[in-house]
């Protein structure tokens, strides 16, 4: 007998925040100064587990100097932004919600990078530009369950991980030979399992079904919820 998927409550909290939020702003520090982030309705805000271990994750990326990017679900564009003012050589930035698009090329026009990013709206890679990238990133939803198709559900749930599945099948498309690919996971459906780490197990065995490597697995904040925990993976492709 399977067992019984769990919609987290603080992912149905979530859904309820931004279905209520009109336009508003975030003031995020990055190396100690201050970044006007906009967010949109329907858009994942910067929230505060976001912008504490923003600075862990970055690192988790290694040397991104003079590094071609591409940000698979950007959201509101703050870790593009953030990566572009790191150092970064060019970032390629995706989202399937219109208007996540709209916010990220507002972001980005507000802090003048419009010369360091351009931004697509596609699902996955159906719609980006047929390149090889040093970092791909997938910061994509986490939470195996069914729910009605919106732009704000399309941020939190991915029934049956399908869009995990083809995200692993189609980056190895889009990767160098000696590139990364990043992911996150947190463990919002596992934690209150007999096996509280489940969700990380789960995400582990698909990359090696596909075919990947885990180069690095680091911890990053707890964020407003000490409960869960944040792993920033880094993978590499066997194949190449």
Request: glycine share 6%.
């Amino acid at each position: 007998m399977s067992k019984k998927l769990i919609n987290p409550s603080i992912t149905q909290d979530c859904v309820t925040l931004l279905s209520e939020k009109a336009t508003y702003i975030v003031n995020v520090i990055f190396e100690k100064k201050p970044l006007p982030i906009y967010i949109f309705p329907t858009v994942f805000p910067p929230v505060a587990k976001h912008k504490s271990s923003l600075k862990t994750i970055i690192k988790t990326f290694g040397n991104i100097t003079n590094k071609e990017i591409i940000d698979i679900g950007g959201g509101c564009g703050l870790m593009s932004i953030s990566l572009a003012l790191a150092g970064a050589k060019h970032i390629d930035v995706t989202d399937i919600n219109p208007n996540a698009v709209k916010c990220i090329e507002y972001n980005i026009k507000i802090n003048e990078l419009g010369h360091k990013i351009n931004v697509f709206e596609s699902d996955l890679f159906s719609n980006v530009p047929s390149k090889k990238y040093d970092i791909i990133i997938g910061y994509l939803p986490i939470v195996n369950y069914k729910v009605k198709k919106s732009n704000i559900n399309n941020t939190f749930y991915d029934d049956g991980y399908k869009i995990r599945k083809r995200f692993l099948k189609d980056a190895r498309k889009f990767l160098n030979i000696d590139g990364t690919i990043v992911m996150l996971q947190g463990n919002l459906q596992s934690i209150d399992t007999d096996s509280p780490d489940g969700d990380f197990s789960t995400l582990e065995l698909m990359i090696k079904d596909y075919d990947y490597t885990i180069s690095s697995k680091t911890k990053i904040s707890k964020g407003e919820d000490p409960r869960f925990d944040w792993f920033n993976y880094k993978l590499k492709d066997n194949r190449k």
